[in-house]
């Protein structure tokens, strides 16, 4: 049993690590709640955008957490374009078709990757890699600080737009009441493209922050997707705010368990979790009459 | 014996009230109505009943059992049998095909016989033929117009040799041709011993056809009685016109 | 109806042709590449047969069949290395293990629909490949675990004992198929698929019927497993416990066709053999995943029925016109509105 500093330590890096966890899920749980549909390949975009981050921070000479500036708009566009030009094409049983055509996606994405990238790690060093803030007598990474404070400044910009701009109005109530919000006149494909513009844009942030915490490879999206999923079912099918809370709670648990334990277990408490959210109450945290029949 | 009541019944969604501690008796062998103002719990009320939904509380008695939290195939295999509001079949099913879905209490014996017995589809082109659309019996359902696909709603149920039969607005969306042939139909079926309830905005069809009516109104019976006698009552007016 | 035999007659013909095609395969193919090949055909075959029992019938789309595979590929090769049990006998015993496995986990993931049973599954993938990579003491982990060879049969032959215990397991379930779609029992998933709740509401009891079908679908996987395990001797979980089997399973039978009995068969037939052709060709497996993506894509998005349903449609568009269908007299019924499928 490690010793209680050492939770402590472990927890509130968990924290910081839940507040990213946070970021990634919610594109994902926005998606969901948009379109209905899960999301497969969510984390191989995220992926994508680790590597373009590599990239364009290496030939640029910016600053990694600074190129979203760049790829958030860019995997919008992406993201609109994607929902056209596939997902607007499923025709009958929608939700089980779009688990294998965003699965087909992901696949693509993973084997492009591969293809133009080598499967070989990669990982961004920073100037500020190694150093940390003292807090008391918790140890906080630098870079786990920075990530965190964008993926909740991006978060907290997220809120701002489903709440107050038109289209987040307009998210909002397709998230809720898709026929109610077919009746006031949301156009239902156009509100998926910007939805899932959105969702893909938060995975644009996402992957600049992992980037520089975790090295990557293709394949690496299988574990988060996983996590991913994990934490929006735990926080609730569609919900936004359920899901910010279930991350950062997955976060500090996962954490924990990794000192306590091992990284095999730390991996597999998020379908621990997964398994008894699904069994005690399936609707989540906050999913609510959302997700009584998903 | 209480043939079908429930006692206080309720149901809630969110801050909804959608059924509130209904309390009321319909009577066997007859054709009973129920009927009241758009959003009065109506179609909640045939949810619970039918186990699709699960009440927050009260009792629902069938033949002296309680039916409350049953799951709507213990509903259907007590013998009662329902349609929807918004007509469902199976679509990509035939006709003939979604007359043999519907399962009969049965013995053991029987079930683990399984395959498509003759005299199942004996049955099936005999209720077919009752209704009149024999001859569409290798069209698939979702090619039916709609007035045919409620047609083939009921005696689908009906294969399940159901003795109470709930009817969620049956001349809901059709034609006074085919409102008329569903009325003969409830008739000739309710001089055949079975009871039904039926769920109406069709005043005309409800005052000719049922023998027993209940008005809901926000969620509980407001009024209870004979035609004539609903025609004239000021609670009912009033939960239509007021409120 | 001189028609109709005369069919019959043809249909009877040309199975009995693919059939002794089958069973002589592994003499016809003349090099080991090729057995290995068509060994790979028959267990996909048989893979996609067995998950289409309950994604074809009731449309529950399950993306965690990898999970049952690798369950019963480490049952059978724990009890042959640990305890000394025959390998084929094992095999077979996996079917019981993962049958007596997929109960509860069925009946939990089972509680869930659409989207969330999909998480459900995938999140079953994940969590037996851990249990594997973890239980290092049982499983060795992925230090890999090996199992004897099959003895009594030279290079060249290894592969034919494992085509055959794959064909039988393939003629096994294709008759399992085949009486489901004939009984009552396959009628009710089916109308489980169309309309769950109406289904219900006619008497059928959905919970137990999904569940025989999940228990079913993953204890035939489950025996494919073990004799997989024997066959390639080696088992490591990431391999092993790879969500790719079970989309495989899925992209087969979707191509092929999943309402039909012989889709996932067709659908197997059509992607083993040229997926293997391109990895000999072109190898690099980046390549194989893409081109994977792009057909279940093209498949999902063009062609969502597979192709046995394209092709049927076809014929009857060359057959006798459709007859008209005429209203009855008193059918002057306003246009008709569409019913509401299940979701």
Redesign the interface.
């Known amino acids: 049993m490690p010793s209680f500093d050492l939770l402590v330590q472990a927890g509130s890096v968990g924290i910081l690590t839940g507040g990213v966890y946070a970021l990634l899920a919610s594109g994902l749980t926005l998606i969901f709640g948009v379109m209905k549909i899960v999301h497969i390949s969510h984390a191989a975009f995220i992926i994508l955008a680790a590597y373009l981050t590599y990239f364009i921070s290496r030939d640029l000479g910016i600053d990694p957490l600074l190129t979203v500036v760049i790829t958030a708009p860019l995997f919008f566009v992406l993201g609109m374009l994607v929902q056209r030009l596939l997902l607007s094409r499923l025709r009958e049983n929608a939700t089980m078709m779009s688990v294998l055509l965003t699965f087909a996606i992901a696949i693509v994405i993973e084997g492009g990757m591969g293809l133009l990238w080598t499967s070989s790690h990669r990982s961004i060093n920073v100037s500020y890699g190694d150093s940390a803030v003292n807090l008391g007598d918790v140890r906080l990474p630098v870079d786990r600080i920075l990530g965190f404070l964008l993926a909740a400044a991006t978060l907290a910009m997220l809120f701002a737009v489903l709440r107050y701009s038109r289209y987040g109005q307009a998210l909002r109530a397709t998230i809720q009441h898709p026929a109610a919000a077919r009746l006031i006149g949301v156009d239902a494909q156009t509100i998926s493209a910007v939805g899932f513009g959105i969702g893909l844009a938060t995975a644009a942030v996402g992957g600049a922050i992992l980037a520089i915490l975790v090295p990557f490879f293709p394949a690496t999206h299988y574990a988060w997707i996983g996590r991913l999923m994990a934490i929006i079912v735990l926080g609730g099918l569609g919900s936004v705010g359920g899901a910010a809370i279930a991350a950062v709670a997955m976060g500090v648990i996962e954490s924990l368990v990794l000192v306590s334990m091992d990284a095999t277990w730390a991996s597999m408490i998020f379908f621990i979790v997964l398994f008894m959210t699904l069994a005690l109450r399936p609707q989540g945290l906050f999913g609510g009459?959302l997700a009584e029949r998903f | 014996m209480t043939y079908f009541a429930t006692k206080e019944l309720s149901r809630a969604?969110?801050g909804v009230v959608a059924v509130d501690e209904a309390t009321v008796e319909f009577q066997q062998g007859k054709v009973n109505g129920l009927i009241g103002p758009n959003g009065c719990g109506k179609t909640t009320f045939f949810n619970l009943v039918?186990g699709?939904i699960r009440p927050d509380g009260g009792e629902i008695t069938f033949k002296d059992g309680d039916l409350a939290g049953s799951?709507?195939?213990q509903?259907?295999?007590a013998g009662i049998?329902?349609t929807?509001q918004?007509?469902?079949?199976?679509?990509?099913?035939t006709v003939m095909?979604n007359m043999?879905?519907?399962?009969?209490r049965r013995s053991i014996r029987e079930l683990a016989a399984?395959?498509?017995r003759g005299d199942d589809v004996a049955r099936a082109e005999g209720w077919l033929e009752r209704v009149?659309i024999e001859?569409?019996r290798d069209?698939e359902?979702?090619?039916?117009?709609?007035?045919?696909?409620k047609l083939l709603e009921i005696a689908?149920?009906l294969?399940?040799d159901p003795e109470l039969i709930l009817l969620d607005e049956p001349a809901g969306?059709?034609?006074p041709?085919?409102v008329e042939?569903i009325s003969t139909l409830v008739r000739e079926l309710n001089a055949e011993g079975k009871t039904f309830l039926v769920v109406e905005h069709n005043m005309e069809m409800v005052m000719s056809l049922c023998d027993h009516i209940v008005v809901f109104d926000r969620g509980a019976p407001v009024a209870v009685g004979a035609p004539q006698d609903i025609r004239k009552d000021q609670r009912v007016l009033e939960a239509y016109l007021g409120g | 109806m001189q028609n109709a035999s005369r069919r019959r007659v043809l249909i009877g013909l040309a199975a009995g042709v693919v059939v002794i095609l089958a069973v002589t395969y592994p003499w016809i193919a003349t090099n080991p590449y090729y057995r290995f090949v068509g060994t790979m055909t028959v267990m996909s075959m048989a893979l996609a047969m067995s998950w289409n029992i309950m994604g074809g019938f009731t449309g529950y789309v399950s993306l965690g069949h990898s999970a049952f595979f690798g369950l019963g590929a480490y049952f059978t090769g724990i009890t042959v290395t640990r305890l000394d049990m025959p390998p084929f006998g094992m095999a077979v015993a996996a079917g019981l293990f993962v049958a007596v496995l997929a109960v509860p986990i069925g009946y939990l993931a089972l509680r869930t629909r659409n989207a969330s049973f999909v998480i459900v599954t995938i999140a079953l993938v994940y969590i037996t490949g851990l249990l594997a990579q973890a239980w290092r003491g049982l499983t060795r982990g992925t230090a890999g675990l090996s199992l004897p060879r099959l003895e009594g049969f030279g290079r060249d032959d290894i592969h034919i004992p494992f085509y055959f215990a794959f064909l039988i397991l393939l003629a096994i379930v294709f008759l399992v198929t085949w009486w489901i779609s004939?009984?009552?029992?396959g009628?009710?998933l089916?109308?489980i698929r169309?309309?769950e709740?109406?289904?219900?509401?006619?008497?059928?009891?959905?919970?137990i019927y999904k569940l025989t079908a999940f228990v079913a679908s993953a204890a035939f996987v489950g025996i494919a497993g073990g004799v997989y395990a024997y066959w390639y001797s080696y088992l490591d979980p990431t391999f092993v416990f790879d969500v790719g089997i079970g989309l495989n399973m899925i992209l087969m039978s979707l191509l092929g066709g999943i309402r039909s009995i012989f889709g996932p068969m067709l659908g197997a037939l059509i992607i083993v053999p040229s997926s293997e052709y391109f990895l000999a060709q072109y190898g690099g497996s980046q390549f194989h995943l893409m081109a994977t993506g792009l057909l279940l894509a093209i498949v999902v998005i063009v062609m969502p029925q597979g192709i046995i349903p394209a092709v049927e449609s076809i014929i009857k568009r060359f057959r006798a016109p459709a007859p008209s269908?005429r209203?009855?007299a008193?059918?002057?019924?306003?246009?008709?509105?569409?019913?509401?499928?299940a979701s």
């Open positions: 009459r | 969604f969110g039918t699709m799951r709507p195939h509903v259907a295999l049998g329902r929807f918004v007509t469902r079949l199976f679509p990509r099913m095909q043999l879905v519907a399962v009969r399984n395959a498509v009149g001859h569409l069209t359902a979702r090619d039916l117009s709609y007035g045919q696909q689908g149920l294969m399940g969306g059709v034609n041709v085919m042939r | 004939r009984s009552r029992f009628m009710g089916i109308a169309e309309d709740d109406k289904a219900e509401m006619l008497g059928v009891n959905t919970d269908i209203e009855s008193s059918e002057s019924s306003p246009p008709p509105q569409p019913t509401k499928a």
